[in-house]
């Protein structure tokens, strides 16, 4: 089942990050990130070759009001994004009676390595289970990236299905794998 959700005024703390609305201010750190190759490509997106795509991209993801700034406390710099977004037609079929969204996620390559976006990730999955009362929460990766399946593991998610993803800006269809975590596992599970 298809939910809606806002993240405006909404702040997330975790022992060494901020999550909270993307904002025009986040354009610098947004560029730096995004423009390495190989970090868009991750999630299905080219690297950015200038501020201006940065800016229009970012522009873009505020108003969705479905992401969040990762933040870096030490470094009061934004180092990643993480949406809670709908779920595609095949996975909200296969569940029609779960309230879900989908969690998508990038990173710094500066700051792979850290346990930082399962951390993000754990904060979310909490948020979105005690105070948004979602029943459960997919989560996706392409089988080459073992960076996003390691995330998706450690916060406890299963797999469940391979699908077929579309990234319109590499102009190139992908596999994916998709994974579920349901709201009771978690309260069974801690």
């Not at 423009?35 to 991209?57: D, F, Q, T």
């Amino acid at each position: 089942m298809q939910t809606t959700m806002d993240v405006s005024g909404i702040i997330i703390e975790t022992e060494r990050l901020i999550l909270r609305p993307l904002q025009p201010d986040d354009l610098a750190d947004f560029y730096a990130y995004a423009s390495v190759p190989g970090v868009g490509e991750m999630a299905g997106w080219k690297h950015h070759e200038s501020m201006e795509e940065s800016e229009a991209l970012l522009t873009a993801m505020t108003a969705r009001k479905d992401i969040f700034a990762v933040v870096h406390k030490a470094d009061q710099k934004m180092i990643g994004t993480l949406g809670m977004h709908p779920v595609d037609d095949t996975d909200a079929e296969l569940f029609p009676d779960l309230r879900m969204r989908e969690v998508g996620f990038v990173l710094s390559k500066a700051y792979w390595g850290q346990g930082l976006m399962p951390e993000a990730v754990q904060a979310v999955i909490g948020y979105g289970f005690q105070t948004l009362g979602f029943e459960a929460l997919i989560c996706c990766h392409f089988p080459e990236n073992r960076q996003s399946r390691r995330v998706i593991e450690k916060c406890g998610f299963r797999y469940f299905r391979k699908g077929r993803f579309t990234a319109h800006g590499l102009q190139k269809t992908f596999d994916d794998l998709h994974y579920i975590r349901k709201r009771e596992e978690a309260e069974g599970n801690g």
